[in-house]
């Protein structure tokens, strides 16, 4: 056998127009044009849909390409391929990182048994606006909650060794400050500080780094004027040099030509030189050959660049076993969800469920004897699998009113027929509510569809679409018990009805298994443990809200009314004890509806915390690794069985920039049985207390002085002083 070449000697061995054609993945190609791709030495392609398919253009490509160099294949599995996991938002939800990391290692093995070798996920753009139909891709408000889901995917995804054939390579997407766009429309402009650029949108990338991603994607954003797929400074001196990223820089689809409509590059050419130039590694979409000839003229892209990017290239393939194995078993391949990935999609969806409210105990559903109606456009609808799926995923099992009927053969459960999610129908409506007062409790199965979040799917109305609101009233006005259960890609405002629904059960889009998921939780056979990774506002007006904003002049103490007017006290203006002057709206109470973190249990617990040592620590010992312990002690109150999320926020009292009010550092989900209790430690170090100045070269400080810590539920605190003391020498 010809003994294997190393990247470099491949490299050394390459023509201008071989290596350019290594650096792209084509977008969507039928199936003549992927064979013609492989055999002119493209560098990667999209999965052809079957494994016999991607073994035939692997041999292309090995045997008939100058070089032989098998290819890379790529596949957007962001939450499974076949078996489908709850979205990455809803996954966020469970504050349990082993539901991404379960999800992520079932989505490779199933992926790679099929011949995709590199996914474009996690996304894990920091998202502060839920008109943005993205942020149900990524996992929510909270930079250090991307942070660490973003970890156990991509740990999930590569495993121990790329080469095993249950694993495939990491995208984190993308970079950098896309889920900024103004006015949450996608692929809008962004303008975002050097302080939150540091310390919110780069956080998670960077732990990414840290761990290892193969690979990460540039963002069709700008940011400072400079569109990311030709910055410089973001994409080389950032990722690259600064955190050593060592992987690929892919462009998202289309994102190099679009520097001409940016209007930064005059042709597609100038596109192509500026943003291999900037350190982008791998065009997606778009072309830098026209047929085999290059569209950038030999010599003008820096030698040394495009060879760096070929090696990174190269070096994927080798990290992922390609060169000595391209094939797979074609045999072993899978091709739909099996007993044991269902049933992993089922628990893990059910953690991420989030129990809003639940006033005198609607939820959950007694076991017999109850006269069960479910209505509204999720009571028979299957439509649960979330924004980023393909036409090959496994759709949902089971609706809920099936799922309910199966778990409660003791009762009467019936659904109505309803409205859809768009429509109006007052006839349906009356008929619903004269249904529910012959029931004993009434689910309703609210939301919005699938396509109603995800990429171009902006929405500049936060309420559910339809007359699905006139639903929840006119149930409301039944004087039957009732909760309502609602799928979302998003949060959403709930006000106009909240006040009227006994009970809110939040079940995102929950993938395959939804509909079981959903009963199980229902039905008590699962107690819903999770918590909102993304605040629920009042007002779509509040939009972008985030509970870790920083600390304005003028925080206010209570809520706007209208009522509240300004009081008459001519020109010389109102008195300081008045809330006046501060920042609110005039319209509408403080804070969000639902805030980050917040969810409720069947159950009760009781948090009680002490720190394991004096609350005052020295720099330099922080330096050294120095980390704080916090323990908390959860007591189950109730007589249920269950699940609560420790959560610690940190806040520095004292900076020489404006910190944000609080911040979480460390969380931990504690299963404890009713009357029980247990121990949570959780940890404060270096890392927690600091931030990026505005002076880029300072970089990463923790200045020295007070510091509040919270740990809690996410909803009450106990609060501790924690003193940070200048270095000792
Ligand atoms: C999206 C990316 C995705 C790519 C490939 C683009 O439109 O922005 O997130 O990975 O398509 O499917």
Redesign the pocket.
């Known amino acids: 056998m010809k003994p294997l070449s190393t990247p470099e000697q491949i490299l050394a061995a390459m023509t201008y127009a071989e290596k350019l054609a290594q650096l792209q993945i084509v977008w969507r190609p039928d199936s003549t044009e992927a064979g013609a791709l492989a055999r002119n030495g493209a560098g990667a392609l999209f999965w052809p849909a079957t494994a016999k398919a991607t073994n035939a253009l692997q041999r292309t490509a090995v045997e008939e390409s100058p070089h032989g160099i098998p290819l890379l294949i790529g596949l957007?599995v962001v939450h499974g391929q076949f078996t489908i996991f709850p979205t990455p938002l809803a996954q966020a939800a469970s504050f349990d990182t082993e539901v991404a990391a379960a999800d992520a290692r079932l989505s490779a093995r199933e992926a790679r048994s099929t011949g995709v070798n590199w996914t474009?996920s996690p996304?894990i753009d920091v998202s502060r606006d839920p008109r943005w139909g993205r942020v149900v891709e990524g996992f929510g408000e909270d930079p250090y909650l991307n942070a660490v889901f973003g970890e156990a995917k991509i740990r999930g995804y590569q495993g121990d060794d790329l080469s095993s054939s249950t694993s495939i390579a990491a995208c984190a997407?993308?970079f950098v400050g896309y889920s900024a766009a103004e006015g949450g429309r996608d692929y809008n402009s962004t303008d975002i500080s050097v302080q939150r650029l540091r310390n919110i949108y780069l956080e998670p990338f960077k732990v990414a780094v840290t761990a290892g991603v193969a690979s990460v994607?540039a963002s069709?954003n700008a940011v400072s004027g400079v569109p990311m797929h030709a910055n410089r400074e973001m994409l080389t001196d950032v990722l690259k040099n600064e955190w050593g990223h060592n992987g690929i820089v892919v462009a998202?689809?289309g994102g190099v030509g679009e520097l001409v409509e940016h209007g930064v590059a005059a042709n597609a050419s100038d596109a192509g030189r500026l943003a291999l130039s900037a350190g982008l590694d791998v065009e997606?979409g778009g072309s830098l050959l026209s047929g085999n000839e290059p569209i950038i003229r030999e010599g003008v892209l820096d030698p040394a660049r495009l060879d760096d990017a070929v090696l990174r290239v190269l070096r994927l393939k080798q990290a992922l076993g390609l060169f000595e194995n391209p094939y797979v078993d074609e045999s072993a391949a899978a091709t739909g969800p099996d007993e044991a990935s269902l049933s992993a999609a089922r628990a893990t969806a059910a953690r991420c469920t989030v129990l809003l409210k639940n006033h005198a105990a609607v939820l959950p559903l007694k076991p017999r004897g109850q006269r069960v109606l479910v209505v509204g456009p999720y009571a028979e609808s299957k439509d649960h699998l979330g924004a980023w799926v393909q036409y090959f995923a496994s759709p949902t099992t089971t609706s809920i009113v099936e799922s309910l009927t199966a778990a409660l053969p003791g009762s009467v459960v019936t659904a109505l027929p309803s409205a859809t999610f768009f429509d109006s129908d007052p006839g349906l409506q009356a008929e619903a509510a004269a249904a529910a007062a012959e029931a004993d409790l009434v689910i309703v199965a609210v939301g919005e569809p699938s396509t109603l979040s995800g990429?171009a799917s902006s929405r500049s109305s936060l309420n559910l679409p339809g007359d699905q609101e006139e639903l929840i009233r006119a149930i409301a006005g039944s004087g039957t018990p009732f909760a309502v259960v609602l799928l979302t890609g998003r949060p959403l405002v709930v006000s106009e009805w909240i006040d009227q629904c006994p009970a809110l059960l939040v079940a995102w889009h929950l993938g395959t298994e939804a509909g079981k998921a959903i009963s199980d939780v229902l039905t008590g056979t699962v107690n819903p443990g999770g918590k909102l990774p993304m605040s629920f506002p009042r007002s779509v007006g509040q939009v972008p809200i985030y509970y870790n904003h920083e600390s304005t002049g003028r925080p206010a103490r209570t809520g706007g009314s209208l009522a509240h007017q300004r009081p008459d006290v001519g020109l010389t203006g109102p008195t300081n004890t008045d809330d006046y002057f501060k920042s609110k709206y005039l319209d509408l109470e403080l804070g969000p509806q639902f805030g980050f973190g917040y969810g409720l249990s069947y159950t009760s617990f009781e948090l009680e915390s002490s720190p394991d040592q004096a609350l005052s620590v020295a720099l330099d010992g922080l330096r050294a690794g120095t980390r704080l312990c916090f323990t908390t002690i959860v007591r189950n109150t109730g007589t249920r069985d269950g699940d609560e999320v420790v959560q610690l926020y940190v806040s520095d009292l004292l900076a020489s920039v404006t910190r944000p009010v609080r911040q979480l550092r460390g969380f931990h989900r504690v299963f404890v049985p009713a009357g029980e209790e247990r121990r949570v430690t959780l940890t404060v170090g270096f890392d927690d207390l600091g931030f990026w100045t505005n002076d880029a070269h300072a970089g990463y400080i923790v200045e020295p002085g007070e510091f509040r810590i919270r740990v809690g539920d996410g909803l009450s605190f106990q609060e501790f002083r924690l003193t940070v003391t200048p270095p000792s020498s």
């Open positions: 957007d474009f996304m997407k993308h994607m069709f998202d689809a997606m990429e």
